[in-house]
């Protein structure tokens, strides 16, 4: 129980941590660290979300679902965060039939309750300003996962939401404090 909770909580991290590096190397102007093409953070972030497929199956689901919304919402235009994505969904299909289409309706709860939380923090987030500090707590992204944490009584969802998140956090201050990029505010 301890070894896949740890093991959880680092593919969790690594994945939260992998996944805002390629936005920062696409969208923020970020130069790689370690002269990598850019591509390999999306293979290494493929990789952490099926890491966590392997692990924990549900936890696995509340990230496919995720990356269901990136691809309505077009999140995953970049080609690293793409094959990202592609890996992450081909392998719940390769690795995982069976849990998946036994849970569909929980996938497909789960992914509607990321695209409505989106379109209504799309909503708020334009057509009241006041509401975007609030709105930068990203209340949403762990909000999901624990109502569906609480529908199953296994964590596994919220946790690696929380792990992954963090890492996101940590990231984005390592490199802002770095002065390598000047995130806006929003950010």
């Not at 990321?114 to 930068?136: D, E, V």
Request: proline share 5%.
């Amino acid at each position: 129980m301890l070894f896949s909770f740890i093991s959880l909580a680092l593919a969790a991290s690594f994945l939260g941590g992998i996944a805002k590096y390629a936005d920062l190397l696409n969208e923020h102007g970020v130069t790689p660290q370690f002269n990598e093409p850019p591509i390999l953070s999306g293979l290494l972030w493929g990789i952490s979300g099926i890491a966590i497929m392997l692990i924990s199956p549900v936890a696995g689901l509340t990230y496919v679902a995720h990356v269901l919304y990136w691809f309505l919402r077009v999140k995953l235009e970049y080609p690293n965060h793409a094959i990202a994505g592609v890996m992450i969904l081909l392998s719940s299909f390769l690795l995982q039939p069976y849990f998946y289409a036994s849970h569909s309706l929980e996938l497909f709860g789960v992914f509607l309750g990321y695209t409505i939380t989106g379109y209504i923090h799309t909503y708020l987030k334009k057509n009241k300003p006041s509401c975007r500090a609030f709105l930068r707590l990203r209340f949403r992204i762990y909000f999901v996962p624990l109502i569906y944490s609480f529908y199953l009584w296994d964590f596994a969802p919220f946790i690696s939401t929380c792990f992954g998140m963090l890492a996101c956090e940590i990231v984005t201050h390592y490199f802002r404090d770095l002065s390598l990029i000047d995130l806006p505010d929003k950010f």
